[in-house]
């Protein structure tokens, strides 16, 4: 199993797995979820080591701010993702998109029940 994002090793390792699980949410939810976290740590809710060096102007102002950054590369990272995860399927990696957090937290059911 490998977890994570490795996009730059997709042509290494994707094709040798099994399944292609792409957890690809809509911009909107990503920055929806940037967005409360921040909020969480920022009113001391989270005391994470990354949370206490969060500020205001590195959460949203700053020119690379966590959601400038998140946008910016949601943006750029998209399009190659969809292309690397076509060519692994044309391998015959079976993939499985999951563009919500409900079709995520069903898959996960799914393929715990049937461990």
Not at 49 to 55: H, P, S, V
Not at 68 to 80: D, L
Request: hydrophobic letters at 45%.
């Amino acid at each position: 199993m490998v977890e994570g994002n490795y996009s730059k090793l997709a042509d290494v390792v994707w094709h040798r797995a099994d399944v292609l699980v792409w957890l690809d949410l809509p911009l909107r939810l990503v920055v929806r979820r940037i967005v409360f976290r921040s909020l969480r740590q920022l009113a001391g809710l989270d005391t994470s080591a990354q949370a206490q060096r969060l500020t205001w102007k590195r959460a949203f102002f700053e020119r690379r701010s966590l959601l400038r950054t998140a946008i910016r590369k949601y943006r750029h990272n998209r399009p190659r993702y969809a292309r690397q995860v076509a060519e692994t399927a044309a391998l015959g990696v079976h993939v499985v998109r999951l563009r919500s957090g409900r079709q995520a937290d069903a898959w996960l059911a799914n393929a715990l029940a049937g461990r």
